[in-house]
């Protein structure tokens, strides 16, 4: 359960409805700032990715605009060929079209090349900038 002051904050307006959660962080929504109502949610690679949708406290319906994948593999899963192929989909699949269908998303992903043709190596010898 959420800290008391999280379900009364407010500023010189009404509430900001601000929020967080072992996975989720919902920034206050302050007028002006170009931070209001942002979110932040961890899911890891293997977990429950797709449907990513939030819906805000005025009925709008929000999807992911930037994704952040950091470190997708893990040693065991770089000496699979199967478990390569399988994150590379989830990454290209399920990832990448967060958006919603046909709407472009910002995503960036930090990661070790932990050996020559892992999921990792090939899609970042495929970026271009």
């Known amino acids: 359960m959420p800290p008391p002051t999280q379900m009364r904050q407010a500023t010189t307006n009404p509430a900001t409805h601000i929020g967080w959660a072992a996975d989720e962080?919902?920034?206050p929504a302050i007028p002006g700032s170009r931070a209001a109502g942002a979110i932040?949610?961890?899911?890891?690679?293997?977990?429950n990715i797709r449907g990513a949708i939030h819906t805000r406290?005025?009925?709008e319906s929000i999807r992911p605009s930037l994704v952040?994948?950091?470190d997708p593999q893990t040693d065991?899963?770089?000496r699979s060929p199967?478990?390569?192929a399988q994150r590379e989909s989830v990454i290209s699949g399920?990832?990448?079209?967060?958006?919603?269908?046909?709407?472009?998303?910002?995503?960036?992903?930090?990661?070790t090349v932990i050996a020559y043709q892992t999921g990792?190596?090939?899609?970042g010898a495929a970026v271009r900038y």
């Not at 932040?40 to 977990?47: C, P, S």
């Open 25 to 27: 962080i919902i920034l």
């Open 76 to 78: 065991q899963s770089a």
């Open 68 to 70: 952040i994948t950091d």
């Open 40 to 47: 932040v949610r961890v899911t890891g690679i293997t977990g």
């Open 120 to 123: 990792a190596a090939r899609i």
């Open 57 to 59: 406290s005025s009925g």
């Open 94 to 111: 399920a990832i990448l079209n967060l958006a919603g269908p046909g709407r472009k998303i910002a995503a960036v992903m930090p990661c």
């Open 82 to 84: 199967s478990q390569c």
